[in-house]
């Protein structure tokens, strides 16, 4: 039965009572109407509007879930459905309107990957340009430099000597930038150690103690799930160091039951009524593309946390396939587990032997 049918019969029904026990009833209207009379039909006529209201909103309820629905959905926050109730029309619309949110959000997440792999091919352009271009320019200079200094008088070698060290450190700015844009270390020695190299950069320019923990015997996990966790991780503690004013952040890697869970906390002010920015939504479009889950909310009470902290966790499924090859390998990851303190060697090995000239420069001075 459609919608107009529906309203149409529950009015009717409602001015057949009102008629039938106007012709039933001992009430009699005078002319001219008597107070009472009056009050009588008044008091009918609310009724009959009540019992109005009252079968409408039973009738019409399932709109007004969808409407609840309509005002809270989150395409960021994929798989919530309101439940298909009512009859003809109403369920109808329901059933349409989750399958436009189904549609929306297969084309949301086809979207943000090509994005997403737009900005991760524009990144690994710039690195490579900032490592061969500016980086070669630089060490051409240091070496210039060098040559230059060794030939000066002595009043005039301590100021070259001066300016060796400004250029060589902003060669190694630029080399950091490169890090940040493109992960080399994560395509050459995998997750956990850019991970390690990754907080060991954290806690040198930052002051941030980060202490973490990672799990040897993590499953084989794709390259799209491995940046995705990565550059969570990344923009997580970038986060902390500029939001939180923490003082110590947690970062562990874990293999539970069916997933992979890379979890972040800190013991800063939390996040908490402000809206979120665009570096949690873009965490969760990039939670998105694997099918992972991302949760973001108020950490557990601790010593010295004025808000309690913030906790971030993301939660990667594994199929059947990662979990085998993972108990056969006992983690094909290599890296195993520890902390921020022996984190940072390993990970930048990876990096500075693309630049062998600027450390041959630093030896020979």
């Given amino acids: 039965m459609s919608l107009f049918w529906r309203i149409f019969l529950l009015n009717a029904a409602v001015l057949f009572a009102a008629t039938a026990l106007l012709l039933l009833g001992p009430v009699t209207v005078s002319a001219p109407v008597l107070l009472t009379e009056a009050l009588i039909m008044a008091l009918g006529l609310v009724a009959m509007l009540v019992a109005n209201a009252a079968l409408l909103r039973i009738g019409l309820a399932p709109l007004q879930r969808l409407t609840r629905a309509m005002?809270?959905?989150?395409?960021?926050?994929?798989?919530?459905?309101?439940?298909?109730?009512?009859?003809?029309?109403?369920?109808?619309?329901?059933?349409?309107?989750?399958?436009?949110?189904?549609?929306?959000?297969?084309?949301?997440?086809?979207?943000?990957?090509?994005?997403l792999s737009a900005q991760e091919a524009e990144r690994r352009r710039?690195?490579?340009?900032?490592?061969?271009?500016?980086?070669?320019?630089?060490t051409a200079v240091l070496l210039e430099l060098k040559r230059v200094a060794d030939r000066a008088p002595a009043p005039l070698r301590d100021e070259l000597r001066h300016v060796q060290e400004t250029t060589r450190g902003s060669l190694d700015e630029i080399r950091r930038i490169a890090r940040r844009l493109r992960p080399g270390v994560l395509e050459e020695l995998g997750l956990i150690s850019a991970l390690k190299a990754l907080t060991s950069e954290i806690t040198t320019h930052s002051g941030l103690s980060v202490r973490s923990g990672f799990d040897s015997a993590l499953p084989r996990l794709g390259e799209d799930v491995e940046l995705v966790l990565y550059r969570v991780a990344q923009e997580g503690l970038t986060n902390v160091v500029r939001h939180a004013d923490a003082r110590h952040v947690d970062l562990t890697l874990r293999r539970t039951t069916g997933v992979v869970e890379?979890?972040?906390?800190?013991?800063?002010?939390?996040?908490?009524?402000?809206?979120?920015?665009?570096?949690?939504?873009?965490?969760?479009?990039?939670?998105?593309?694997?099918?992972?889950?991302?949760?973001?909310?108020?950490?557990?009470?601790?010593?010295?946390?004025?808000?309690?902290?913030?906790?971030?966790?993301?939660?990667?499924?594994?199929?059947?396939d990662a979990r085998d090859s993972g108990d056969a390998e006992g983690g094909g990851n290599a890296?195993?587990?520890?902390?921020?303190?022996?984190?940072?060697?390993?990970?930048?090995?990876?990096?500075?032997?693309?630049?062998?000239?600027?450390?041959?420069?630093?030896?020979?001075d």
């Fill in 262 to 320: 890379l979890r972040l906390r800190d013991d800063g002010h939390g996040i908490g009524t402000a809206a979120e920015g665009a570096g949690i939504r873009g965490m969760r479009e990039r939670a998105l593309l694997i099918g992972a889950e991302l949760s973001v909310g108020r950490g557990s009470a601790r010593s010295g946390a004025p808000g309690g902290g913030t906790d971030v966790r993301l939660r990667v499924p594994i199929g059947e």
């Fill in 71 to 115: 005002t809270t959905t989150d395409l960021l926050r994929p798989g919530r459905r309101p439940a298909v109730s009512g009859h003809g029309e109403i369920a109808g619309l329901i059933e349409t309107f989750n399958t436009m949110l189904d549609r929306l959000e297969a084309e949301r997440a086809a979207s943000s990957g090509l994005a």
């Fill in 126 to 138: 710039i690195a490579q340009e900032l490592h061969d271009e500016i980086g070669q320019t630089l």
């Fill in 335 to 364: 890296g195993g587990s520890g902390n921020s303190s022996d984190s940072g060697s390993g990970g930048d090995s990876g990096i500075s032997g693309r630049s062998a000239t600027s450390d041959e420069i630093k030896g020979s």
